[in-house]
């Protein structure tokens, strides 16, 4: 298959080595390494349940290859509630907007982003262009979208994720 590197990275603000194959899934890493929130949906990049923060950034974490997170911060759902749940996090618990939650942790991810980069109050067709390609089965997207925009008028411009 080919050789294997080592791979610096933070977690979640603890920092691992990494050692595996340059195109490996992010994904994979951290599914191997117990970081279980970030769920597998299709390994393509379509559906956004494995959507992690890489640098504050969102991105799908089955189609992001090892040698492109080296070096960087790796953000997931844990990581975000690490001080006690990000707004966006009890947002959608307070408005029960969950049913399986297989998806969540990739809305979540995104919308956490959307929210701590905001200005103010997020229009709902904002929210639910952001989400689109976060595939649902259950149908909570109302749910989700409306929460969202709730906790944008409450809590606008998280700078990043900082609370």
Known sequence: MGVEEDFP??????????????QTPLLWILREHGYTSVRYGCGAGLCGACTVWLDGVPVHSCDTPMWSAAGRNVTTTAGLAAQ????????????????????????????????????????????????????????????VIAAIAEVSRVHPGQSGGQR
Do not use: Y
Not at 13 to 19: E, M, N
Not at 86 to 108: D, K, S, T, W, Y
Not at 127 to 138: F, K
């Open 84 to 143: 006690g749940p990000h707004p966006v996090q009890r947002a959608l618990i307070e408005a029960q907007a969950g049913q399986c939650g297989f998806c969540l942790a990739g809305m979540v991810m995104r919308a956490a982003a959307l929210v701590d980069q905001s200005d103010g109050e997020l229009p709902e067709s904002e929210i639910a262009t952001a989400l689109n390609g976060h595939l649902c089965r259950c149908g909570v997207h109302r749910r």
């Open 9 to 22: 990275l933070e977690i979640d603000g603890t920092p691992v080595q990494i050692s595996t194959h340059p």
